[in-house]
């Protein structure tokens, strides 16, 4: 037998299409409040351009990356030094945005966010546990 211990606890709701949990980002005294994805096949943390303009980011300035999906297309993304908060717990992470802004997913992805946490889910009690990965 192995246990692991969290530091937080979220119930998140019973969704058909992924389980979503409310983040906020910040850039420059600028902040956002969202929900995202939690998406382990991911490999960054993608947010809707909307939100980068909102937080007074001129998206299209930042380092551009091509990223495929998994159906074999591409779109491209420019990335941003930002702050995160999930679950009371901050990050500094290099946030991608899209430069369409017909791309309407959030995700909290691998790197810069889910390499640093150690990450508990039971789906079926619609629960997850949280701790930074250091702690």
Known sequence: MHSVEFQARHNYSNEPLGITIPIELSYRGNDVRLAAKIDTGAEFCLFQRGYGEMLGIDVEAGERKELRTANGGSFTVF????????????FSLVAYFPMEPAISRSVLGRQGWLLRVRLGIVDYEQLIYLSRYDD
């Open 79 to 90: 990335g941003h030094e930002v702050s995160l908060r999930v679950l009371g717990f901050d």
